[in-house]
């Protein structure tokens, strides 16, 4: 019976029609493969690979999406070493599975499989692991697992055993080309140093060369740790592999140069954003780690208060105006605004961004990338974006007079527009703004609310330590005589990597504009009358939402001042 008419079940559709429902493949094509099939009895599928009709790519998501189950491309991962001693090269040969990654917190092997529904594979896997851990199954092509089979085993990938093999002399400190396999050790080496920076949860990779070694630093809860150094002559080999990575021009190295790095680590996507600065012994690249699962943060779990989260949605709620994210590189404003984006995202709304560059892909909502050679800036992106019928626009940062005149012109037009500002406090993007050159009458009645954040490291939960207040925690924490409170200090063990930290918080100071505050502005009154003013609404800044932390156990004094200043609070 010709599968067009047979009856089809309600769940599920013949991998065929998929195909031609995308348009990717024409009934004529599709019966060539059937006609096929009947002389072959191989999958329909591998047959339409084999004729050329579909690249093994489109037929991985499109069998994903007839299964359910999520798809790898096995080309763009970052091979996870503990998975790969996990699984001998014997038994994913023999059952065409492939390890992508050990999640090892919540204990679940990720495998890929050309074909998912073979039950004796996954249970001879199953075996092996002896059920010490979840498993958890991709999608890939059958020629993807067999070409990653070959790739990657057989091969060392920990970072000290690829520098044992390179200390061997066997590896020439060339130029990598693009076409070259894992056989170089420099290739795994950057996937090795790439795969222990995610692992360990850091935000930043640092290259920075010296005159003999090369310096490598991960920024790790916002703070520098040195990693490694190594010799200089290894440095030249792992640039070129970088900038191949990221689609950089290896010929040039006396000028700036950005690119980006999208790969598959731990199962999940993680994309680098790769940036070349010449330094007087040769490139220096910082790589920042953007973990998209990461990224967006629901807005309930930000660590604000029952009160402070009730206002931030107060401020969500009204529907035209503007509200700025305020704090210094990489105090979290981007995964705030995002969380915020995420909440009110919805069929109903048309948001669209203006990004430098688009940092968290969202299902849903517009992004755009300001682009200097197609003369796209932030203000003439906002012009554009203005004809697009938007109801929310976020503004990547207000950087000059034209964005922020064409960024409160959208919030006086009757849409909501976010952005970001570089100011020390909430208080600070008033006068701020007077600089840029926005007139105080514009400004009020169309600013809704000032968030002020900073991110500060939580102690870890397993060896932090009580101690007894000094003088000078009581009078920080502003205590009675009389009265005490259990303060912790940072000790360090195996859990934290014998930091004393682990994960990062974000205090803030949320300024929700109101009437009497726009009368100050539109006087142009000073920062101080603006926050006795809040003060006397309940305003509380980042000091004040520091201390309850410390208060909470959650942070140290010594890290809230590396983070706030608290001078004023001593005397």
């Not at 990717?24 to 047959?47: C, F, N, W, Y």
């Not at 091979?79 to 059952?95: M, N, S, Y």
């Not at 503004?395 to 012109?409: L, P, Q, Y």
């Amino acid at each position: 019976m010709d599968w067009m008419t047979a009856p089809k079940t309600p769940q599920k559709r013949h991998i065929g029609q998929i195909l031609i429902d995308q348009g990717i493949l024409t009934e004529d094509q599709l019966r060539i493969a059937l006609l096929e099939q009947m002389k072959s009895s191989q999958p329909v599928g591998r047959l339409l690979v084999q004729l050329g009709f579909v690249s093994e790519a489109t037929l991985r998501d499109a069998l994903s999406e007839k299964l359910g189950l999520h798809s790898v491309d096995l080309a763009n991962i970052i091979v996870d070493p503990t998975a790969l001693k996990l699984l001998p090269r014997e038994l994913a040969r023999r059952f065409r599975m492939f390890p992508v990654a050990l999640d090892r917190q919540s204990k679940k092997f990720i495998v890929a499989l050309a074909d998912t529904s073979n039950i004796v594979a996954i249970d001879q896997l199953r075996a092996h692991l002896k059920g010490e851990l979840e498993i958890e199954l991709r999608l890939a092509g059958d020629n993807e697992i067999e070409r990653a089979i070959k790739d990657y085993y057989g091969h060392e990938f920990s970072i000290d055993g690829i520098l044992r093999e390179i200390e061997t002399g066997e590896v020439e400190y060339s130029a990598i080309a693009e076409d070259d396999q894992y056989s170089q050790p420099v290739v795994r080496l950057i996937s090795a140093l790439l795969a222990d920076a995610v692992e360990r949860e850091a935000s930043d990779i640092h290259f920075e060369p010296e005159q003999n070694f090369l310096r490598i630093r991960y920024r790790v809860d916002g703070v520098l740790r040195q990693i490694r150094s190594l010799h200089k002559t290894y440095w030249p080999a792992m640039a070129v592999r970088l900038k191949v990575m990221a689609k950089m021009n290896i010929a040039e190295t006396r000028a700036p140069q950005d690119g980006r790095i999208s790969a598959t680590l731990s199962g999940r996507a993680i994309d680098f954003r790769v940036s070349a600065l010449p330094t007087a012994h040769g490139e220096n690249l910082v790589l920042r780690i953007l973990d998209r699962q990461k990224g967006i943060v629901p807005l309930d779990r930000l660590g604000l208060e029952d009160a402070q989260l009730e206002i931030l949605r107060r401020m969500i709620a009204r529907p035209e105006g503007i509200i700025l994210v305020t704090g210094p590189t990489g105090s979290g404003k981007t995964t705030t605004l995002y969380s915020i984006l995420n909440h009110i995202n919805s069929d109903g709304v048309n948001i669209m961004t203006l990004e430098d560059p688009v940092e968290y892909p969202m299902t849903l909502i517009r992004q755009t990338s300001v682009a200097e050679v197609a003369k796209l800036d932030f203000a003439n992106g906002i012009r554009a974006i203005l004809r697009q019928d938007p109801d929310v626009i976020l503004v990547g940062e207000i950087r000059d007079d034209d964005t922020a005149d064409m960024a409160f012109r959208a919030a006086m037009t009757g849409h909501q527009v976010y952005s970001t500002l570089h100011t020390n406090s909430a208080t600070g993007a008033i006068p701020r703004l007077l600089d840029i050159g926005i007139v105080p009458d514009v400004m009020a009645g169309n600013i809704i609310g000032i968030v002020a954040q900073r991110l500060v490291r939580k102690l870890c939960r397993t060896c932090r330590q009580a101690h007894a207040l000094g003088e000078r925690e009581r009078r920080l924490l502003g205590l009675a005589e009389g009265e005490t409170a259990e303060l912790y200090r940072a000790v360090g063990c195996e859990q934290c990597d014998y930091q004393g930290y682990r994960g990062r918080l974000a205090i803030m100071e949320l300024l929700k504009i109101d009437p009497a505050l726009d009368e100050l502005i539109a006087r142009r009154a000073t920062a101080r009358e603006v926050l006795a003013a809040a003060r006397a609404q309940g305003f509380r800044t980042l000091a004040d939402d520091g201390l309850r932390a410390v208060r909470a156990g959650i942070t140290s004094i010594e890290e809230l001042m590396r983070v706030v200043d608290l001078t004023d609070r001593m005397d």
